[in-house]
């Protein structure tokens, strides 16, 4: 399709440079893939109040009948990633695919159907024993615990002192978690217990295979992003053209650092989605 004149922001980096001038010149081939929290959804207090920011969907569908694929990767529950952004049954939507529970889960927009795997013995163990063990190391209070189907979280942003009830919980809830065969995720402000093999650079690096993307672009917000960076990294050092984006800085400067693009937040990510629609149908 040749190169494009944008009003779209400048990545910082050469590589964040030819990803973008990639995905404008193959579009019909490349990925965009995004994170749901945080990069689509504002963080809230209650992740049950999570929503895909009023202007999401609206960009997504008109982003993607113009390239390869868009993919949602979130450590949610697939379906609930769905409702929560309202992506069910939207024109321009029906080729978007939700990854869920880092790949764990799959919800293909064309069928409507959620694909996941069997439980995992430890997720169920951990849920029976979890209440209790908070409360017996006293970390209880300002704590809450969050049923994600495959995985249990343990949100720390409610405590009085938010950082220090994550800090004094890693070490704990890393124990527990291996002793019945599960990993902890931090976050922010949160420490997921799950079952190990999936994370979201691998089901990236999967998904990219699958559909033979040309350019991928990626945005996300949280530590559990960067092994899709990590990917990312990997397939531009092998040849694929790749973008990075972070969405915010401010609480993950692990990920900002690696960036190619730093957007403020969801709203500046939508926006951002928006016009790339628009310069990549131009």
């Given at each position: 399709?040749?190169?494009?004149?944008?009003?779209?922001?400048?990545?910082?980096?050469?590589?964040?440079?030819?990803?973008?001038?990639?995905?404008?010149?193959?579009?019909?081939?490349?990925?965009?893939?995004?994170?749901?929290?945080?990069?689509?959804?504002?963080?809230?207090?209650?992740?049950?109040?999570?929503?895909?920011?009023?202007?999401?969907?609206?960009?997504?569908?008109?982003?993607?009948?113009?390239?390869?694929?868009?993919?949602?990767?979130?450590?949610?529950?697939?379906?609930?990633?769905?409702?929560?952004?309202?992506?069910?049954?939207?024109?321009g939507l029906e080729h978007l695919v939700?990854?869920?529970?880092?790949?764990?889960?799959?919800?293909?927009?064309?069928?409507?159907?959620?694909?996941?795997?069997?439980?995992?013995?430890?997720?169920?163990?951990?849920?029976?024993?979890?209440?209790?063990?908070?409360?017996?190391?006293?970390?209880?209070?300002?704590?809450?615990?969050?049923?994600?189907?495959?995985?249990?979280?343990?949100?720390?942003?409610?405590?009085?002192?938010?950082?220090?009830?994550?800090?004094?919980?890693?070490?704990?809830?890393?124990?527990?978690?291996?002793?019945?065969?599960?990993?902890?995720?931090?976050?922010?402000?949160?420490?997921?217990?799950?079952?190990?093999?999936?994370?979201?650079?691998?089901?990236?690096?999967?998904?990219?295979?699958?559909?033979?993307?040309?350019?991928?672009?990626?945005?996300?917000?949280?530590?559990?992003?960067?092994?899709?960076?990590?990917?990312?990294?990997?397939?531009r050092a092998d040849g694929l053209p790749?973008?990075?984006?972070?969405?915010?800085?401010?609480?993950?400067?692990?990920?900002?650092?690696?960036?190619?693009?730093?957007?403020?937040?969801?709203?500046?990510?939508?926006?951002?989605?928006?016009?790339?629609?628009?310069?990549?149908?131009?």
């Open positions: 399709m040749g190169s494009h004149p944008h009003d779209l922001p400048m990545p910082v980096t050469a590589a964040g440079r030819e990803g973008l001038e990639a995905l404008l010149r193959t579009p019909r081939s490349s990925v965009v893939a995004l994170d749901f929290d945080g990069t689509l959804a504002e963080i809230v207090p209650d992740p049950d109040q999570a929503r895909a920011h009023p202007d999401a969907v609206a960009a997504l569908s008109a982003l993607a009948p113009e390239v390869g694929s868009v993919a949602v990767i979130t450590g949610r529950p697939a379906g609930v990633a769905v409702r929560y952004g309202g992506f069910a049954g939207v024109p939700v990854l869920g529970h880092y790949g764990a889960e799959r919800w293909d927009a064309v069928t409507g159907i959620v694909h996941a795997p069997a439980e995992h013995p430890g997720v169920a163990a951990v849920r029976a024993e979890l209440p209790g063990f908070l409360d017996a190391i006293g970390a209880w209070r300002g704590t809450w615990i969050e049923e994600k189907g495959q995985a249990l979280a343990v949100h720390t942003r409610r405590a009085q002192d938010p950082e220090g009830a994550f800090a004094a919980l890693r070490e704990p809830l890393a124990g527990l978690a291996a002793r019945h065969g599960l990993m902890v995720e931090p976050g922010r402000a949160v420490l997921e217990l799950r079952p190990p093999g999936m994370d979201k650079g691998v089901a990236l690096t999967e998904y990219l295979a699958e559909v033979g993307a040309s350019a991928v672009l990626y945005a996300g917000d949280d530590l559990g992003d960067l092994a899709a960076y990590s990917a990312v990294e990997k397939l790749g973008l990075l984006v972070c969405s915010g800085s401010a609480e993950v400067p692990e990920l900002a650092a690696r960036a190619d693009l730093i957007l403020s937040g969801p709203g500046e990510v939508v926006a951002f989605l928006a016009d790339l629609a628009a310069a990549v149908a131009a």
